[in-house]
């Protein structure tokens, strides 16, 4: 057995000496305490129990300690890892309390807060189906509406549109299911009139505003979804006088006093004759026609604008709604409801129509 060997004896490792233990934790202690927050305690973490720390150093002492003192020194080392780890402890969870706390108070939500003054306003569309219904009101008309999501019957072949029709393939329509689901997403307001025929005697004042929808990419002038507002007549002898009276008197509600409608022959399936309606241009009235001196934007200088479709029902339809062709007459006509209000507002673009946001709404205000 050898002599003690003085230079291992732990009471002359001075790391691992009692005192310098309780330094080393009264250090780490205080630098727990002192941390405001949990990145700062991490650092204080680092500093006073990682590899480098001077607890750390001491605790890899031990290692090299002759047998006997070895247990002495690991006990104490033990401990006073022990109590700092412990602090860690204790502080981390004080400070995550604290910082869950001061959280909660910023991410509060005061609903007591007075509204800001700021409103959105009113979408022009919506002003502009009801300034459209305000007319066809007053002059005895009901507002039709019906299903988006309608019987292809109904979409087509009640509207004398054959099923090899060109409307009919899928570039134009969603098909809901597949192409045989005998199901469509509307592709008119069409189908609202053959159900107001379906289920009304003549005579049928109805106008019929509503979403329809084509297989169309959105850009400036095309919305896969967009809206239209279409009017039915049925009752005894109606006649184009009747159509075109109507149409004039609703481009002078919406576009002023002596606004007018011109007839351009044209082919739809459900009337018979059928004719594309221009309007006269509201800006130049017409002035502007071969006159480089009155250049107008609004209609390009031709003087009218392009805006429905319209004609005299189609017997073959009044026949499939089960109304006497020998009986009643009567007209439909078909507008869309964007291209109008994009014409009457200059508005450029299609898609500022349908994103939603608040600032184009808010230029319109409560009415348009
Ligand atoms: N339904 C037609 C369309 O969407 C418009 C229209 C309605 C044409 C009524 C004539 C009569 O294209």
């Known amino acids: 057995m050898s002599a003690p060997n003085k230079s291992f004896d732990p009471v002359e490792v001075t790391t691992l000496s009692p005192e310098a233990l309780a330094g080393f934790v009264a250090d780490a202690l205080q630098a727990f305490a002192h941390a405001a927050n949990l990145d700062e305690l991490k650092e204080a973490r680092l500093a006073h129990i990682g590899d480098r720390s001077a607890l750390a ?43 869950d706390a001061a959280l ?58 054959a099923p090899n029709h060109p409307a ?39 106008i019929c505003p509503g979403r329809v929808f084509r297989t169309d990419e959105l850009d400036a002038t095309h919305s896969p979804v967009f809206h239209q507002v279409e009017a039915l007549v049925i009752d005894k002898g109606i006649t184009m006088a009747d159509l075109k009276g109507t149409l004039d008197h609703f481009a002078s509600s919406m576009f002023g006093e002596g606004i007018v409608t ?5 082919y739809f399936p459900f009337t018979e ?25 609004t209609c390009r200088s031709e003087g009218w604008i392009e805006w429905g479709g319209c004609g005299m029902v189609n017997p073959k339809v009044l026949v499939a709604c089960g109304i006497d062709p020998e009986e009643f007459s009567g007209f439909a006509f078909g507008m869309g409801l964007e291209r109008t ?12 129509m349908v994103e939603g946001d608040v600032r184009f709404t808010r230029a319109f205000g409560l009415g348009v």
């Open 168 to 206: 009919r393939t899928m570039q134009d329509t969603f098909f809901v299911g597949n192409e045989d689901s005998g199901v469509v997403l509307r592709t008119h307001t069409s189908p609202v009139q053959i159900r107001s025929m379906l289920t009304q005697q003549p005579p049928i004042y109805v």
């Open 104 to 161: 909660l108070v910023e991410e509060s939500v005061d609903v007591t807060t007075v509204m800001p003054a700021t409103r959105g306003g009113r979408h022009p569309l919506t002003t502009i189906q009801e300034q459209v219904a305000d007319v066809f009101i007053a002059l005895g008309y009901r507002v039709a509406e019906g299903p988006e999501i309608e019987a292809e019957w109904l979409n087509f072949d009640a509207l004398n549109i």
């Open 262 to 266: 011109r007839l351009r022959p044209s």
């Open 341 to 352: 209000l994009m014409f009457r507002h200059g508005i450029t673009d299609m898609r500022d």
């Open 273 to 297: 004759p059928s004719a594309e309606v221009d309007l006269q241009c509201f800006v130049c009235r017409g002035a502007s026609i071969d006159n480089p001196e009155a250049v107008c934007r």
């Open 57 to 99: 150093l001491a605790n890899r002492e031990v290692g090299a300690l002759p047998p006997a003192a070895k247990a002495d020194a690991g006990k104490r080392i033990g401990q006073a890892r022990g109590q700092v780890n412990q602090a860690l402890e204790a502080r981390t969870a004080e400070l995550e309390a604290a910082r």
